[in-house]
C-alpha cells in the first residue's frame, strides 16, 4: 500500500496550493479519503474527508469556504484544492485512506503560508 502526497510548498497569505495523494496497492473506490494536518507542537487535525460510494464531504469549520476535496476514482487519487491560505493552515499534510479497521497514512507533505 502507498500514498504519495505532491503539491506542498511555500505560498503567500491569500495564496493557493492543491495538494494530491496518488494511491496504489488497494481498492481505493472503496475507501473514506481524506486529510489530516500537524503544524509543529499542536495535535494532528482532521481537515477534510470524502466518502467512496456517494462522494459526501466533510470539513473542519477552520477550512469551509476555503478548501475543496475531491477524488477521481479512475486515477486512484484524493485532491485538497487550498484557496485563500492562512499563515495558520501551515502544517504538515497527511493524506489517509480508511475503512472499517483499515487505516492507511501518506508520508506527509509541507505547506508554509508566509509572506
Known amino acids: 500500500v502507498q500514498l504519495v502526497e505532491s503539491g506542498g510548498g511555500l505560498v503567500q497569505p491569500g495564496g493557493s496550493l492543491r495538494l494530491s495523494c496518488a494511491a496504489s496497492?488497494?481498492?481505493?473506490?472503496?475507501?473514506?479519503m481524506g486529510w489530516y494536518r500537524q503544524a509543529p507542537g499542536k495535535e494532528r487535525e482532521l481537515v477534510a474527508f470524502?466518502?467512496?460510494?456517494?462522494?459526501?464531504?466533510h470539513y473542519v469549520d477552520s477550512v469551509k469556504g476555503r478548501f475543496t476535496i475531491s477524488r477521481d476514482n479512475a486515477k486512484n487519487t484524493v485532491y485538497l484544492q487550498m484557496n485563500y491560505l492562512k499563515p495558520e493552515d501551515t502544517a504538515v499534510y497527511y493524506c489517509?485512506?480508511?475503512?472499517?479497521?483499515?487505516?492507511?497514512w501518506g508520508q506527509g507533505t509541507q505547506v508554509t503560508v508566509s509572506s
Open positions: 489517509f485512506a480508511g475503512k472499517d479497521g483499515d487505516r492507511y
Open positions: 496497492g488497494f481498492t481505493f473506490s472503496g475507501y473514506v
Open positions: 470524502i466518502t467512496s460510494a456517494s462522494g459526501i464531504t
